[in-house]
């Protein structure tokens, strides 16, 4: 879990589900004094009150054996922020929120099926006091770790303001990386 209010503002509604399994979220240190600030009074209902039980899990960068297995690994961002790559059903998923370019994003991308990372930036734009990827970056990242397909997500709102621009992004990147997709709202990705 990345602790920016653009990742866990939909947190607030919880209230209008129901898990009858409860609802265990997981993130790295520090990730439970975070939430219980946030998804409390009187911005919302905190977890004590929800109609379920919802259990904090916090990760130390490594190999952790979760439902499945899941390696977590610090991120190149300007607040903590950890990566992590899943292993479900002989497929591997390597997810990297707001990050740089980084070795980690690159460790955890090797040989993976899918790498679904951010492209909060627009072709070109870097920022080292504010880092995040943009299409080409992570096109290399994918190409350089030898990812089967990337899908571009969270893209910043103020630079892809429009669909074309996110159509655009991912021509930049299949440039570099010909399995690229720009994700959208309610896309599926066949594994």
């Not at 990760?59 to 899941?70: K, R």
């Not at 070795?103 to 930036?121: G, H, P, V, Y």
Request: with cysteine; net charge negative.
């Amino acid at each position: 879990m990345q602790a920016h209010f653009d990742h866990i503002a939909g947190l607030h509604i919880l209230t209008k589900f129901r898990f009858s399994q409860g609802l265990t979220i997981y993130g790295q240190e520090g990730t439970r004094d975070i939430l219980d600030r946030i998804i409390n009074e009187p911005y919302t209902v905190p977890f004590s009150k929800l109609p379920f039980k919802v259990t904090v899990n916090e990760l130390s960068e490594g190999h952790h054996n979760l439902p499945f297995p899941v390696e977590s690994r610090f991120l190149l961002h300007s607040s903590t922020c950890m990566g992590y790559r899943f292993e479900l059903d002989n497929k591997v998923i390597a997810y990297c929120p707001d990050t740089g370019v980084c070795d980690n994003a690159k460790i955890l991308a090797r040989n993976s099926d899918l790498l679904i990372t951010e492209c909060a930036f627009r072709s070109g734009e870097r920022n080292s006091d504010w880092p995040h990827l943009n299409p080409e970056d992570a096109a290399q990242i994918a190409k350089e770790a030898n990812a089967k397909k990337l899908a571009l997500v969270h893209f910043d709102a103020n630079r892809y303001n429009s669909m074309p621009l996110r159509k655009e992004a991912g021509e930049k990147a299949r440039e570099i990386f010909s399995n690229t997709v720009a994700a959208v709202d309610g896309m599926q990705v066949e594994l």
